[in-house]
């Protein structure tokens, strides 16, 4: 199993790190998944920018950016990415319906996907 860094342990770079995410997301501890990033400082604090920076206020509100986030871990396959980004869809306002809505689009188009690969179909000149 991964090993998980707490904060009493941490060394001070990684303290800094769960600081930031702890006050940016204003919560009193960092998830299990910070933690193991933990192990590796340089990694830990490349991974918060670059999500700190992508899950910012932009063109799509937070609610539709977790909703995207929980659809492509989802398509991946990653259980703990779709239990951590289900978690924060629904603090951001996804109800039950939305969320079973968004379960039905990412089953469909797993599905068609995977046909319209089996069946090498050519992509229409319409889509550009």
């Known amino acids: 199993m991964t090993r998980l860094v707490s904060y009493a342990e941490a060394p001070p770079e990684v303290r800094a790190v769960f600081d930031d995410i702890m006050a940016t997301r204003g919560v009193p501890d960092v998830n299990n998944f910070w933690k193991a990033l933990a192990v590796h400082p340089p990694t830990l604090a490349r991974t918060w920018e670059s999500l700190k920076a992508v899950m910012a206020p932009g ?15 989802a398509a991946a396959g990653c259980t703990y990415c779709v239990a951590s980004h ?36 050519p992509v229409d000149e319409a889509f550009g």
């Open 59 to 73: 063109a799509l509100d937070p609610l539709t950016k977790e909703m995207l986030y929980l659809a492509a871990s």
């Open 86 to 121: 289900t978690a924060a869809a629904k603090a951001k306002g996804m109800t039950e319906a939305m969320h079973g809505e968004l379960l039905a689009v990412i089953g469909m188009a797993a599905e068609t996907n995977r046909l319209a690969e089996a069946l090498r179909v």
